[in-house]
Nanobody, 123 residues
Framework: QLQFVESGGGLVQPGGSLRLSCAAS????????IGWFRQAPGKEHEGVSC????????YYAASVKGRFTISRDNAKNTVYLQMNSLKPEDTAVYYC????????????????WGQGTQVTVSS
């Protein structure tokens, strides 16, 4: 059974940084594309960033490009999201999920969602 546990969220001031972790259990990440998604209050899930299985190709939403970096450590079965220069509009619950060769980095293409970790950017 595929399971994820997200961690690393918290309260940070604008301009600050956080690193989120997505630890997988019950399966090996090697063959999966892993995505980070977020849901702000009153909004739908949004694809933030995805990282491919074999070549490690990455995708970033325009709103986070240049500020966020996704990476994976298959030996640790973990995917990370380094978030820099955080803005209040980045406030959301962040989730990770997996997919086998998804067509895009859209939430509908992914499954096995974790429980999420709250990120709040506020002064």
């Amino acid at each position: 059974q595929l399971q994820f546990v997200e961690s690393g969220g918290g309260l940070v001031q604008p301009g600050g940084s956080l690193r989120l972790s997505c630890a997988a259990s019950g399966f090996t990440l090697d063959y999966y594309t892993i995505g980070w998604f977020r849901q702000a209050p009153g909004k739908e899930h949004e694809g933030v960033s995805c990282i491919g299985d074999s070549d490690g190709s990455t995708y970033y939403a325009a709103s986070v490009k240049g500020r966020f970096t996704i990476s994976r450590d298959n030996a640790k079965n973990t995917v990370y999201l380094q978030m820099n220069s955080l803005k209040p509009e980045d406030t959301a619950v962040y989730y990770c999920a997996a997919a086998l060769r998804p067509a895009s980095c859209a939430p509908a293409d992914f499954g096995s969602w974790g429980q999420g970790t709250q990120v709040t950017v506020s002064s």
